[in-house]
């Protein structure tokens, strides 16, 4: 007990580390994810794992996402193919990031009550919480740049005693700063952040030292994709300068209010209301003023915050809250500490007493007090969706695939959804050809060397418009070897002798 004592910080640790077991526990779902990309993520981490080099199922070298994150699952999938273990991984990364956050809060001078609370705040946010129960990056790029700022804070402390190029954190944030951008490519706006705010510090050689560290640590994955011809960023081609102004004007006024905590249910689909319109421009000031007051910090969180909103700003895709994920905790954490500076600044003045940060409790109410409404909006729906099983439709198509790799491990299936096939049981699998034209399908087929084709229904209007016509047509082809019943789900042997000769005989050679 008294070692503890020494350590005034570990107690609210603690706390924290109770309050993320408890809500964790809560809104954990052991299910895969349904979206494709959790399952790229499992794949190109398997292929690590094997020592196959950064590649997707069939060990083609990739770029569809940057090698960062599978990197970190890597040592998890060398022991385990559990998709548990990986999701709780990622727990860890959240909880990880949430306590460095706690810690650079104290660093900066705030009240360790004040940055209980921002913390609390951040392990109880509905969205951050529903990325970190998925194989998705958030939750490791934000512990990664939670302890970037961490480091950076000890740095600027420690600075009087000797210079930064004299103390290894520095290099170590450097490092980091590099391996962030590998987590996530919208990493490259705390880079910009570290860059703009050295110079507003001027401080010229760390600005410098940045850019040459990135640039450094870039240069070895653009080389691989360059000499393996491959395209350096998916990424490029979503960019768009059309829909700058309506898409930053999305994020602040809807986006960052839903996202925090969060305060209020918005609908995208609506053009927001003059109230909400209040509110957000006073969330932002009050966000903007705990920036100023993190001290040394204030620079590269803010610069960071400006190349968040402006890199989502470039995407022509819908984002609604997802790409603000990993900046939610730091605006989380700059609320509470504006609030707290304008009550203690109030409170002084015009009551002559000091601000308790406990009064900010209050802003917990919105998280617990608004019902559930199936949109992952709050705890509740997180813990409904995980509680549920998958629909007996995805459940046959997953013990469809399960069955296929006892027996044949190493085939080639066709399907709707073979990224999911492959998280689920392991069996490589690739995309029917979207055509009306039997021909384009089969020829696909056997272009990507196809073994068995696997008819589900998952309700996808491709399957039925593509698929179900050219296996109706050609039974001597696609050959059934195993139902699902309930709803029906076929398997086919694909038999591409049968499909040559057909092909040949169709002139579609």
Known sequence: ??????????????????????????????KLNLNGDNCYYFANATSLANGDGYADMFGKPTTNFPPGYPLLMAPLRMVTDSIVAQKILNGLFLLAGVLLLFSTMVRAGFKRSLAF?????????????????????????????ALIFWLFQGIMQKEKERPVWRMWQFYLMLTLLVFSYYIRTQAIAIIAGFVLGALAMRRWAMSAAVVGAFAAGYL????????????????????????????TKMLIVQAIPESIIPFVPVNYDEAPGALLWLFAIVLLAVILYGFWNMGKLRWPMFFYFCGTIGIISLFNVPSQYRYLTTMTPFLTAALFAGLWQIGERLSQRYAGAKF?????????????????????????????????????????????????????????????????????SGMRGVHYIESEDAGKVIQGMI????????????????TYRYLLPCLQAHPDIFKAVHKIPNPDTFLFYFNKKEAMKWLKNNNNE
């Not at 913390?119 to 939750?139: D, R």
């Not at 099983?389 to 709707?416: H, W």
């Open 356 to 424: 308790s940060p406990w009064i900010l409790l209050l802003l917990f109410i919105p998280a617990f007090a608004q019902e559930s409404n199936n949109k992952r909006h709050t705890l509740g729906d997180l813990h409904a969706t995980a509680v549920q099983e998958f629909p007996t439709n995805y459940r046959n198509f997953f013990e469809m695939g399960k069955a296929l790799a006892k027996q044949k491990p190493d085939a080639i299936v066709c399907s709707r959804k073979p990224e999911l096939l492959y998280a689920t």
């Open 117 to 145: 609370l921002a913390g609390s705040a951040v392990l109880i946010t509905p969205h951050l919480l529903e990325f970190t129960t998925m194989m998705m990056s958030e939750a490791s790029c934000f512990c990664c740049l």
């Open 447 to 462: 272009d990507r060397k196809v073994d068995y084709v696997l008819f589900e229904q998952l309700g996808f209007g491709s």
């Open 220 to 247: 070895p994955w653009m080389l691989r994709n360059s000499l393996l011809e491959l395209n350096q960023s998916r990424y490029i081609s979503q960019i768009d300068f059309t829909n700058i102004l309506s898409t």
């Open 1 to 30: 007990m008294k070692n503890i004592l020494k350590h005034p910080n570990l107690l609210w640790m603690v706390g924290l580390t109770a309050i993320f077991v408890i809500s964790f526990s809560y809104i954990f779902d052991s």
